[in-house]
């Protein structure tokens, strides 16, 4: 479930926009005891649905996109994801005075298969999107950037990346490559591990 303010960062828009579609039925809400709103991921996920094909479907008009992504669901939780998002978005209204198309991933930078990267590559591709928005390299892919560049930019998208990585020597660019492996295979591991255990921990059926 999210809050109003956490549906309204995934979905690139405001508050009010969220309350306004609440009130005519394009939103499903609930409630909770002390009367806050609550937005299902499904319902999330349907409007950015929503939203992506009829841009697809009127390519004419472009906008600006940022991508967010975070490596592990205890990343998430500690707020990292949504603080990329609030960073980007506030980016991207100072930049364009307008609100960006938002899309997220939670897994590894080595896995090209995301869902969140294959919606932006699908926008771009359509000619929906003309500038996209990352906090760093790694965010987008952990190998393989310059590829990617290149594709965006025979899509008509400009990638802007906010923090720029200092010069490195070839050796310690080397070593950055070596512990952007150790990360991204270690936090694989760690989501088996706790996969795992709720397997272990789910009640069993009588």
Not at 9 to 18: E, F, K, N, Q, S
Not at 53 to 59: A, C, S, T, Y
Not at 131 to 157: A, C, K, M, P, Q
Not at 184 to 200: D, M, N, P, T, W
Request: proline share 3%; net charge positive.
């Amino acid at each position: 479930m999210y809050s109003v303010s956490q549906a309204a960062l995934r979905l690139g828009v405001c508050v009010r926009t969220i309350h306004r579609w609440d009130k005519t039925g394009k939103l499903r809400c609930f409630r909770t005891v002390g009367g806050h709103r609550r937005i299902p991921l499904a319902e999330v996920n349907r409007l950015l649905g929503l939203m992506h094909r009829d841009l697809i479907q009127q390519p004419s008009k472009k906008r600006c996109a940022i991508y967010a992504r975070v490596s592990s669901h205890r990343q998430k939780t500690a707020g990292d994801l949504d603080r990329q998002l609030k960073l980007l978005t506030k980016e991207c209204r100072k930049r364009f005075k307008t609100s960006p198309l938002v899309f997220s991933d939670i897994g590894s930078g080595l896995n090209m298969r995301r869902r969140g990267l294959s919606r932006l590559f699908s926008l771009a591709k359509s000619g929906s999107i003309h500038t996209l928005i990352i906090t760093h390299r790694d965010r987008l892919t952990r190998f393989g950037l310059e590829l990617l560049e290149r594709i965006l930019n025979d899509y008509g998208v400009r990638l802007e990346v906010l923090y720029q990585p200092e010069q490195q020597s070839p050796q310690e660019e080397l070593v950055t490559d070596l512990m952007s492996l150790i990360a991204s295979f270690s936090g694989r591991v760690y989501e088996l591990r706790a996969h795992q255990s709720k397997r272990i921990n789910l009640p069993q059926r009588t």
